[in-house]
């Protein structure tokens, strides 16, 4: 099809062009008829110009009459300085003088506005896909994106790693998470699995001697329906030779630092803050700690200042090897610079709130005037206590303490939980502040109490802290749950983020952890033979670290859900709305491949 | 586990670093014991360092005793200046005088030594892929694979192109290659495929008014074996809008120049060559011509010249309509300088290969002194004729002319086909020249006699050129046939490295062309319903090009095959000798999936 080629974008276009002769190709997108003259707002990629129709050229001005929006035009004409200027827009002081128009295609009246406050459901949004991705929002959240991968790529060549793509049709080695699997044609009863991750690759990697991998590489996980999933993925992973957990840290940290210096021009402080998991756990209950929340106190074990109490919910805590834990919530005002009371139907609703997890209540001192605290408690203790406890807290007037009491990883847990929900109900998230921290020192192995037996807590590949390699002969359940590996977390404003670790390199070690998993020799043999193999000829020492992709991009771009950020994304329930996928196939495609449907 | 990291690279250390003290990681490559002193060469992915060992320093010569090839060490020590130099390696002036020595890893025996010459199967180097990625050449290649990659990215980055990522799980559209299938758990009964090529999406990416988008990424077919093909394999994917084909070129050629300057050093010229498709044919009987054959000249059709001979083969010929083309191999010489005879036996073998081809026999003309020729046919053409003949190709002393006679598409492909093998046979192909070349306007449709229907050519979202747009309504197979389409072909060196279009985004044309291959309207919804929907609100006009990752990249690391220069490949099978993928998986997963194996 002929038709003029733009010699212009509609967004580069100002005033020192007028007098220009130019063509711009583009989608109307705003048409006024001012009693005779139209003026026509055209839009590309790049941005927005102003067409100007003269009803005196009168082919044209028919033409331009039977314009919609969306329509897709060519334009050609002089570039004039407009009367009424719109210094908002970097082409606001000029428009188009039109004195020749194509239209090069039509269109339906579009399902929804292509407007940045979007008031279609996200169904509509998902099935009109490219509707919405025309909003400048989304396009600015792609392009956004694109530029994270350029920084991603450059970083990493700069200091020497390797870019190299591994396979998406692999071995399927069920763990974790459940493989998406393919069926094979010519190797008919056999079938390939999509990659979780490439982790098994990228060590290969090492072995074969490339000392620095790295791979922007999407994964897949079958998993159950979670919000803000997606079944494929993205991730940057990256593995390393002859490094230890600081090398992984540096090149990390570097990483970050550039991609927020060139997108949002901040200094991001390094070296990030650290916490080992138990100390993640004591200060904040959770393994990712939102530090951007103010306001509130970190955890504080408060089991030997009350444990005396009459207050029998403590005393049950503490036969039963319990423990007390507390939060203080400091004086909080509005934004009228108010004082917010903590009122009875607060306190009622977290007491609502804990009893979903499993407590009988929340105790909870609000300080007054001189030290007076006021608390259905306060009675069961003796002032001494609630002197040293306000002490522990250094609680002024106005704070509020809130207590928990029971099983440690459950008091903590909750009271995690409890510091979240206080911060979003009352905006103590500071939002302007980007909050990176490692949590290191995972537990190697967790007991899972239905099967009765051991799984790795993070994967399998991981190896133990030195000073605990002995437990790995052990076969006592707490020597072998205290096990820390050098395993590491990297957590955004509370968000899980990255996650690697050093890896096993040694045979011998790689089959202890595998033998404390439940895996047979045969099971292991079977599922990472190649792997095993491997490491007889000579595996460095090693390690690395996965960093989610559509996570930071999100984060960068402010929005809530990775959906934003995800050119085509798919629904909760792992559906393409756009084009309908997963869908039916024909039979004959499942005849060649060898598998037939259950039926129902 | 502890050890004492690195402070240099095996490649990094010369004589300016004399007296320094250093740590070195790597593998063991060589030992040698010169009676008492021990040598041992140190590898890394940067280089080698040779390493000396003082019997005098007792623990660590007893240590270095008994390390074995390929073990990991970490080796501290001084940089000395070597008493014999060795100038072909950089850091070939110095050695360390070892004073620490640390067993970081040991290793089995290698199922094959880790040398250039690789003597070991094809087979065996896949199965041990860790141990052929540790030879320099594989390294190389895989490294070279690394900047291919970052010149792609950065040149299309400067050109404003948005990289956007495409799912891998999407909807089964069969079109051409079978698609690989991959069954949803959540929804059963329905499946996702892999993307034989991200084309829908790339044209969705331009209806959303991306404008120009870019992708390196992996495509999927599940097709019979094939040699140097894989199961999945890299594109660079390409999409533009507002363009004509001269934009693609632009934008391709500038990518390959920049490509060669930035690997090789190499100015390629620009602006490639341009065939026809048709012109193709007729030149050169193929339309992946190799430009790189010397000495061969193009096809000629001297039907006019012969046909009134007295042989009865060119007569036949004549009568079905067919034609009588030949090709000239110039008098060529042997690298000893000695013209290399065409004998009987050469003749013999050429008649040999094109009676495989279907013909009765190969009709030659040699030429001798003073335009005297030596030909079994040469008795049935006039002396007017052979004159004739030999000025059609300035046939002179030593030149030898093939001639066939039958379909016109029969023999052209014989002839293009006697070309590369005369080429192959007598070392014609200049091997130091890249060779590039488009060939353009291909026929849309291709008629199936099989299913006496038609099919795309290339793909089914090709636009015609303008002029035969209104064969999009008839019947006559010889217009449709007739059909050119604005699409193309990227040859280099005689491989196609790239393919593409100017896409359709008229709907009403895109439904003829659908109707023409036989998609009733609703096997056109269902299968591209989201695109022809796609297409009513405004599609821009835009096309665009794939090429393909790694043949390029082979052809850059001069390798015959593409599996040298992916770091895991397929078998042609399309099994991974490594981890023994395909393989069988679980009952539970399958039946999680909903899906049982068929008996055999």
Not at 498 to 505: E, F, K, N, P
């Amino acid at each position: 099809m002929n038709f003029t080629k733009r010699t212009k974008t509609c967004g580069e276009l100002n005033i020192t062009g007028k007098g220009e002769y130019i063509t711009l190709n583009g989608w109307v997108t705003k048409i006024r008829d001012l009693g005779g003259l139209l003026f026509i707002d055209l839009r590309d990629r790049y941005g927005l110009t102003q067409l100007k129709i003269n009803p005196e050229n009168k082919s044209i001005y028919e033409t331009a009459m039977t314009l919609g929006n969306e329509y897709v035009i060519s334009a050609s004409g002089t570039v004039i300085e407009r009367e009424s200027k719109n210094m908002n827009i970097p082409t606001g002081e000029i428009e188009i003088d039109v004195d020749k128009l194509e239209i090069l295609n039509k269109s339906d009246v579009p399902p929804f506005n292509i407007e940045e406050e979007v008031k279609a459901s996200e169904e509509l949004r998902l099935q009109y896909r490219y509707m919405d991705l025309r909003r400048k929002t989304m396009l600015k959240n792609i392009i956004l994106r694109n530029e994270v991968y350029h920084i991603v790529h450059n970083y990493f060549k700069d200091l020497e790693f390797v870019e190299v793509e591994t396979p998406v049709l692999m071995k399927s080695t069920p763990e974790g998470a459940r493989d998406f699997l393919v069926p094979s044609r010519i190797h008919k009863g056999k079938f390939y699995a999509l990659p979780q991750s490439p982790q098994t690759y990228k060590q290969i990697l090492m072995i074969a001697g490339l000392d620095r991998y790295v791979q922007i590489c999407k994964c897949f996980r079958d998993e159950d329906l979670r919000a803000d999933r997606q079944p494929e993925f993205t991730q940057i992973d990256v593995e390393m030779s002859f490094i230890k957990q600081d090398d992984v840290f540096d090149i990390s940290e570097g990483l970050f630092k550039r991609i927020w210096k060139e997108i949002k021009n901040i200094d991001i402080i390094t070296p990030f803050r650290k916490l080992t998991y138990d100390d993640a756990i004591l200060l904040y209950g959770t393994d990712k700690p939102d530090l951007r929340i103010e306001k509130i106190s970190e955890i504080h074990l408060i089991t030997e200042i009350v444990k005396d109490s009459e207050f029998k919910v403590f005393q049950d805590a503490v036969k039963k090897n319990g423990i007390i834990a507390a939060i203080k919530l400091d004086r909080i005002i509005d934004n009228k610079n108010k004082k917010i009371e903590i009122t009875r139907k607060i306190t009622d609703n977290l007491t609502e709130y804990v009893k979903q997890l499993g407590f009988g209540g929340i105790g909870y001192m609000k300080i007054g005037v001189n030290g007076e605290v006021s608390s259905p408690i306060a009675k069961y203790l003796s002032q001494e206590n609630i002197t040293e406890l306000l002490g522990e807290f250094n609680a002024e007037e106005g704070d509020t303490i809130f207590i928990l009491s029971g099983e440690y990883m459950k008091v903590q847990t909750a009271l995690g939980n409890l510091r979240n929900k206080i911060a979003a109900d009352f905006n103590l998230i500071n939002e302007s502040r980007y909050e990176f921290l490692w949590i290191t020192d995972f537990p190697l192995f967790k007991y899972n109490e239905e099967t009765g037996g051991f799984e790795g807590e993070h994967h399998v590949f991981t190896i133990p802290r030195n000073e605990h390699l002995k437990y790995l002969d052990s076969s006592n359940r707490n020597e072998i749950e205290s096990i820390r590996a050098i395993c590491y977390d990297l957590v955004l404003n509370g968000n899980e983020i990255g996650s690697g670790s050093i890896r096993i390199h040694i045979p011998e070690i790689q089959n202890k952890v595998f033998k404390i998993i439940g895996l047979t020799d045969e099971e292991a043999k079977s599922k990472f033979g190649f792997l095993l193999n491997a490491f007889k000829y000579g595996a460095p020492p090693h390690g690395g670290v996965a960093f989610g992709f559509d996570r930071i991009v999100a984060v960068l771009c402010g929005v809530k859900s990775i959906r934003e950020v995800i050119a085509f994304p798919k629904t909760v329930s792992a559906s393409s709305l756009m084009d309908d996928s997963p869908d039916i196939v024909e039979e004959k495609q499942l005849k060649e491949l060898g598998i037939k449907l259950e039926k129902k």
